[in-house]
């Protein structure tokens, strides 16, 4: 029994993380079928602000330290903004006619360039800011006790989950953008500002990114080569649920996380095998992802 | 979709964007490559180094350029005729086919005899089959797999800091000791997914069988190097309640697993020991003024012990040179330095690559981990350095600020007992023959 909660609690905190990392990647794609190879760039970013944010508040104790929280918050929200914007109107806004895959390519430039850039900017040496983590201290159930810090996470999940489906399915904003997911050319006939639209997608798509990043700094070494990492398993969640689905990067998430967490508890030696098993079974009985919908080509 | 650009304008403005941003990341590249020493043509010898200078264990890098530079100015002002040495010091980006072909450049281009360096046990194996290829000398300065000088052995291969079976053969020292205090029976294992994790657990366990350590093995897990959340390993290392955790994590790894296991009752029930890089100084620094009760650690240098002269001056001159302390890579790359030029000086050639190679084997040289009445020696049957290794626990110390706690109550063993019996290594050997581990 104590097998069983401590993999269902362990998946649901790795899911949670999972779904955060991959929200944003997912919401790019489903709006400006954009796969965003440099996603995993605004994780970084987002985590390396976030943790020199929050180690020069305590560095000088500044105040109460539950601030730290919302620094962690503020400072993904305005990198992931800045930075965002910046590259949608310097960069992207030029290609959004071009073909997916040199999207990829564009994308792919950028994410060794900000790679770079983040090197250059924060240094090669590791961040570590673990007190927002130790801070909400622990609970314990059952046999085991688990960080507060990383149930909350399940919590910000959901919170990020909900405001994303609400969004795109109960607001005026959110018709418009399935508006332009469906057709693109009828929308702009229709008076829909779809380069507005892109930019803001754009853009909340890398905040996602930026804050899945700050609120995971406190838990890990921040250093780099990390966003690098999160974009295969970011990938591997959204072509699980499909690409471009809220819905089934919060079951991707779900089914990477706990089988992960099966793994981890039953047969330690496959862990790393699970998560891209799940994958690729999922691709082989469904190539567009469980809740991906088979597009008609258009000639 | 007038809004959109013509291709033309686009092709100038996109172009544009991208070489704004090249130029941006550009410096980095220029780190690149560095050298160090004489100039070409007028040196004796030249040294091709590999380390991670980018990414996550870049601080090795950086911290063994430092300590070969202290190991170039030690030489020039040893008095006693040295040779001159030309150091290339190139960043392998912790990639091993990267790093073949720095190797490649080093032997061909820049017509280096010795290669040097590497952190990464995967990145060293497959620069060692290249030093073998072209039968150049290469030094290890700070990878850890006994792999390399047991069942991938050969005579062009050295390693001037502690492998993981001289940190196992301390730690099951210490464990074994610890249990006839104690009496724990209850042990796991954690250690990251790649050859020097699993190595490290081959390790433990011969050196457990060589003592007759009795234990019930709970739990062994594997988590891919550069994890970020260790939470599931956590949990089941309680479920499993064992009484001690033996890990092989390292760096930000090591680190980032003890904060979120702290975040648990983890330490209230368990002892974590980690013998071949838990006490390195980085590690020290992250633990603050609040480290993890009843760690046991140890790593391939100290800053303060032993508390010799030589290991003093060392310390001292980093800090002076770098307003830094070192970690042990910094210790492990000036020892490969030291080691090469005792090597030429001894072999009295700097081209003659069998002669230093026969000057390699069985090389005293006093290192800055020696304590006061030993010298460090290379063991000519595997080409391993053998020395001394402390283990202890974490005491509050602030005199290596910004740490505030470091090693103490050291248990120190005997460089002989950590060395493997030549019986096991020719077992090791006989049992990798023909396999992909072996290419002698």
Known sequence: MTTLYAILIDGMIYASWLFMVAAGLTVIYGVMRILNMAHGSFYSIGAYTGASLVGWYFSGAQGAPYWSYALLLGAALVSGVVVGLLIEQGLLQFMYKRDEILMVIVTYALLLILEDATKLIFGVDPYFTFQPYSLLGRSEIGELTFANYDLALIAVAAVIGAACWLTLNRTHTGKVLRAVIQDREIAIAMGVNVKLMFAATFVVGTTLGAIAGALTAPAISVSPGIGVEVIVLAFAVVVVGGLGSIEGAIVGALLVGITRAAAVHLAPQIELFVIYGVMALVLAVRPQGLFGRDLARKI | ?440
């Open chain 2, 1 to 440: 979709m007038t809004q959109f650009l013509t291709g033309r304008r686009f092709a100038a403005r996109a172009a544009c964007s991208l070489l704004v941003l090249c130029a941006a990341a550009q410096p980095l590249t220029s780190w690149a490559r560095v050298e160090l020493g004489a100039p070409a043509g007028k040196a004796d010898a030249t040294i091709g180094c590999m380390f991670p200078m980018t990414g996550r264990a870049a601080i090795y890098g950086r911290d063994s350029i430092a300590g070969m530079k202290l190991a170039l100015a030690d030489l020039a002002r040893d008095g006693t005729p040295a040779p001159t040495l030309r150091v290339l010091i190139d960043d392998t980006r912790s990639k091993a086919s990267y790093a073949v072909r720095i190797a490649e450049d080093f032997i061909h281009r820049d017509g280096a005899r010795f290669l040097c360096g590497m952190v990464s046990s995967g990145v060293a194996h497959a620069v060692s089959q290249t030093a073998q290829r072209n039968r150049v000398i290469m030094v290890g300065t700070d990878h850890a797999s006994s792999r390399l000088t047991i069942e991938a052995f050969h005579k062009y291969y050295f390693r001037v800091s502690n492998d993981s079976y001289t940190s196992m053969a301390a730690g099951a020292r210490y464990l074994a000791e610890l249990q006839r205090k104690t009496g724990w029976k209850r042990l796991a294992f954690i250690a990251p997914d790649y050859d020097y994790g699993h190595v490290s657990w081959i390790d433990l366990r011969s050196n457990f069988e060589r003592l007759g350590v009795k234990f019930e093995l709970v739990g062994m897990f594997w988590p891919k190097l550069y994890e970020p959340d260790y939470s599931p390993y956590i949990d089941a290392l309680q479920k499993a309640e064992p009484e001690i955790v033996v890990t092989a994590l390292w760096g930000g790894d090591f680190i980032a697993f003890m904060k979120q296991a702290a975040s648990t009752d983890f330490f209230d029930r368990t002892r974590l020991a980690n013998f071949d890089t838990g006490a390195n100084y980085e590690v020290m620094v992250a633990l603050g003024d609040k480290p993890p009760k009843g760690l046991i650690v140890s790593a391939r240098h100290h800053n303060n012990w032993p508390e010799s002269e030589r290991n003093r001056r060392f310390v001292n001159d980093f800090h002076e040179a770098e307003g830094r302390f070192p970690t042990y890579a910094a210790e492990g790359a000036y020892s490969g330095i030291m080691m090469i030029a005792a090597a030429i000086r001894k072999a009295g050639s700097a081209t003659d690559t069998d002669a230093i190679v026969t000057a390699l084997e069985g090389l005293h040289l006093q290192l800055p981990e020696d304590p006061d009445g030993f010298t460090s020696y290379i063991d000519p049957d595997t080409h391993q350095i053998v020395q001394m290794q402390a283990v202890g626990e974490v005491v509050p110390d602030d005199r290596f600020p910004p740490a505030r706690v470091m090693v103490g109550n050291w248990t120190v063993y005997r460089a002989e007992d950590l060395s493997p019996p030549p019986a096991l290594v020719r077992e090791r050997r006989s049992r990798a023959a023909g396999t992909a581990d072996y290419f002698p």
